[in-house]
């Protein structure tokens, strides 16, 4: 990888300060907490994976400043296992001994504290790592995109959203006409997908009748194929992230890339939104981590008046509070990943409908109060760093503008509300 020199900006913090505000440091805080929540087998794939960032970051002289491209650290990510862990993926010879939803709670909160844009784009590419592992059927050139995008050959993403439809995700305006030879011609518009002007395979929905559900149909595309357009959107609080418009023009997809014909579409959406919504949960209380070790070692090591800002009762009850917030949730989401594991290995791999359907409530409520929490404690983490929490001597800005984004992605905070509404009249309905 290609070491950058960092702009010279001013240095706003001092030397000392600096240094403990370290990626050790900060690992170091987070370890005190989470080892009376994971048990030693869970530490010690932490800690693994918290050695790797810590030499990477040092050995490729990597700063974090605005000139790096976190699209460079991809492969050797990959390489190491540590884009995806969800799967063993045997079936591309991987297999990982150490997987799961509660594996990938692990490597969130190392990666988070390394770099938060990094983490996000990362997870951007597991939602197009699984519904092709769902859905490969040992086709060979499935299995291709799968392994690039899991060995971080390659960054993916899935392309759902559309300029006119956001929340209402299955009545699609991208169409996808079916050829003689079990082809398909996909016409339409996409937008807001993550990674996709870097990415090199994306997994998209059209629908062979607009608007209707009941047509949907779910592709994998290589982004090198004629009729791929795909233009840059500049979201200022994610700059080192990619987010792209798709204009799709005429494109083809072979029959050995269709994972879902006409009608499995809105099946296929639906099975993926569980792990989804939880992964952005897991993405944003290791955020809210990261902060919650910035602000509180900053607020014990930077005096005012003689002596740490910590000893002003102000500063200590609130990081008390955001700690407290914390720390709960991560018990709550730790909880909901070994139970998830644990039924994914009573199912062999494959959540039942009905099984999946009861966890939908769960995974918005975290994803909902999760997106809250990260909000509130990286506001009020940078608040308390003043002008440091805010400049680009630390990451606390990274993870401040970060954190604004987590209420829209994977569903906005209404539709959260709105699908939590409607699973609490199905239970009373049920009684």
Not at 31 to 53: G, P, V, Y
Request: proline share 3%.
């Amino acid at each position: 990888m290609k070491k950058m020199q960092k702009t010279k900006y001013a240095q706003a913090i001092n030397d000392e300060i600096l240094e403990k505000l370290s990626l050790k440091n900060r690992y170091g805080f987070m370890n005190a907490n989470l080892s009376t929540l994971m048990s030693e087998k869970q530490m010690s794939i932490l800690n693994k994976i918290q050695e790797f960032c810590m030499n990477y970051e040092k050995e490729n002289n990597i700063t974090h400043s605005a000139e790096e491209d976190i699209y460079d650290y991809i492969p050797a990510f990959g390489k190491e296992g540590y884009v995806c862990r969800v799967h063993k993926f045997d079936e591309i010879d991987m297999n990982f001994q150490d997987f799961g939803l509660t594996v990938e709670l692990l490597r969130s909160l190392a990666l988070s504290q390394f770099d938060p844009q990094f983490l996000m784009m990362c997870n951007a590419t597991v939602l197009a790592i699984n519904p092709i592992k769902h859905h490969h059927d040992n086709v060979p050139a499935r299995l291709e995109a799968l392994k690039d995008l899991v060995t971080g050959k390659a960054p993916g993403c899935i392309m759902i959203t559309e300029p006119e439809r956001g929340s209402d995700a299955t009545h699609q305006l991208t169409t996808c006409d079916p050829q003689e030879d079990g082809s398909y011609v996909l016409n339409g518009d996409k937008i807001f997908n993550t990674n996709a002007p870097k990415a090199k395979w994306a997994v998209a929905y059209a629908s062979e009748v607009q608007n209707n559900p009941g047509k949907l149909a779910q592709f994998l595309i290589n982004t090198e194929w004629e009729g791929w357009n795909c233009e840059r959107v500049y979201v200022p609080w994610g700059p080192k992230i990619h987010i792209g418009k798709e204009k799709l023009v005429n494109l083809k997809v072979p029959k050995e890339y269709v994972l879902g014909g006409t009608g499995k579409g809105r099946e296929h959406l639906f099975e993926g939104l569980v792990p989804e919504r939880i992964m952005i949960g897991i993405e944003n209380v290791s955020e809210a981590w990261a902060a919650i070790s910035y602000g509180l070692i900053y607020a014990n090591a930077r005096k005012q008046f003689n002596t740490p800002i910590m000893n002003f009762q102000g500063v200590s009850l609130l990081l008390s509070e955001l700690w407290a917030r914390t720390n709960s949730l991560t018990y709550g989401l730790m909880k909901f990943c070994e139970s998830y594991d644990e039924k994914m290995e009573n199912y062999g791999g494959e959540l039942p409908g009905s099984v999946s359907r009861a966890l939908v409530g769960s995974a918005s409520q975290f994803k909902y109060m999760a997106a809250t929490l990260t909000k509130d404690v990286c506001y009020e983490a940078a608040n308390i760093m003043g002008g440091a929490g805010l400049g680009d001597n630390t990451l606390m800005h990274d993870l401040l503008n970060v954190s604004r984004i987590q209420e829209i992605v994977g569903g906005s905070r209404q539709i959260q509300l709105y699908i939590m509404s409607g699973q609490l009249g199905s239970i009373v309905k049920g009684l």
